[in-house]
């Protein structure tokens, strides 16, 4: 069964450090999502790509999270320089299409500590 | 704006009792609603979700929700607990009317089964 992948799993920085995570959506999904998941709360969207491009990224902090899915397929989120507030796990999910009526598919996570 | 309130961040049953999980929803829109389960240091598995059509919607392990629009409400139900049904869960809305048909979700419900 076709599924998301992520990686790292787990990763632990210092604050200050820079740090990216890879994530490669379900074969054939044109729309891909990052998440930010803080412990204790329900995920919220950071970045939303169609094919390679940003379709929504209002809830992405600009002046240190950068996002980029230059070929419209896998994608890498990064952080620089990353803060002790940044804790938290990072989802990646993809649909088919960007309609609300499509199932997102979410991968493992990245669970960030930040030092 | 969407919105969604889970109603009690903690529920705990006994196995084979009746599981019931809370979720009202605000949407100036007519919305989609969805059930995610999420297990520890896992992606999110969608349970469930309703589109258009019938209010009573079914499924994945014996899980059941039903929309009921004037009491913006979207309950989980499952007649009987399982041991297995211990985990996290989240509902949530499509922020439909804009371009990005993002989800919103809820804070979230940890249920825990006892033997």
């Known amino acids: 069964e076709a599924e998301v992948a992520q990686s790292p799993r787990y990763k632990i920085t210092e604050k200050s450090q820079a740090v990216a995570f890879w994530c490669d959506p379900i074969?054939?999904?044109?729309?891909l999502y990052w998440y930010r998941q803080i412990l204790g709360q329900g995920p919220e969207l950071l970045v939303q790509f169609q094919d390679e491009s940003v379709v929504d990224d209002s809830q992405l902090p600009k002046d240190r999270f950068s996002a980029e899915r230059l070929k419209g397929v896998d994608s890498t989120l990064k952080i620089q320089p990353a803060e002790l507030g940044d804790s938290a796990m990072y989802l990646c999910?993809?649909?088919?299409?960007?309609?609300?009526?499509?199932?997102?598919?979410f991968g493992p996570g990245t669970r960030l500590t930040v030092l | 704006a969407q919105s969604v309130t889970q109603l009690g961040s903690h529920v705990s049953v006994s196995e084979g009792a009746l599981v019931l999980l809370r979720c009202n929803y605000s949407?100036?829109?007519?919305?989609?609603l969805f059930w995610y389960v999420q297990y520890p240091n896992q992606g999110l598995q969608l349970l469930l979700k309703?589109?258009?059509?019938?209010?009573l919607v079914k499924g994945i392990n014996g899980f059941e929700a039903e929309f009921k629009k004037s009491e913006t409400s979207f309950h989980l139900t499952k007649p009987s607990a399982h041991m297995s049904d211990a985990a996290e869960y989240f509902c949530a809305v499509t922020a439909g009317g804009d371009s990005s048909y993002k989800l919103i979700f809820g804070s979230g419900t940890r249920l825990l089964v006892r033997p």
């Open positions: 949407s100036s829109v007519p919305p989609y």
């Open positions: 309703y589109t258009t059509g019938a209010t």
């Open positions: 999910a993809s649909s088919l299409e960007r309609y609300s009526y499509n199932e997102q598919f």
């Open positions: 074969s054939g999904h044109a729309t």
